[in-house]
């Protein structure tokens, strides 16, 4: 694992998503996968930012592109679950699990979306 996604691991197992966001935005805005999905997640889950799911969703896209299927399975679990700013799209979600799947990523449930 590349040291600089070690450093933000270290972060977030401390819980310190200040730092782990400071050191991921540089990684993912120079099209890191693995960065994107994390900052992804940082933001769907309000860890060291305000909840963003649009942000959110834009990073996990930006990682889908490049083959990251847990980004792919987040997209899917968004949709799902929806929120007052991403309404529930069972369709979409099913095709960002279909999506996962596609990409290695194993998805719970699979009878589900297909």
Do not use: C
């Not at 996604?5 to 120079?30: C, F, G, I, T």
């Not at 490049?66 to 799209?89: F, K, M, R």
């Amino acid at each position: 694992m590349d040291q600089r996604l070690k450093a933000v691991m270290d972060a977030v197992e401390r819980q310190d998503y200040e730092e782990a966001l400071r050191l991921l935005r540089p990684l993912a805005e120079s099209g890191n996968a693995m960065a994107q999905n994390n900052l992804g997640t940082l933001y769907q889950l309000g860890l060291g930012v305000k909840r963003d799911l649009q942000e959110a969703i834009k990073w996990f896209k930006l990682a889908v592109d490049q083959g990251e299927g847990s980004a792919a399975h987040n997209l899917g679990t968004i949709y799902l679950t929806g929120s007052p700013d991403v309404p529930v799209d069972q369709d979409e979600s099913k095709k960002w699990y279909r999506k996962a799947r596609e990409l290695g990523f194993e998805v719970a449930n699979q009878k589900w979306y297909e």
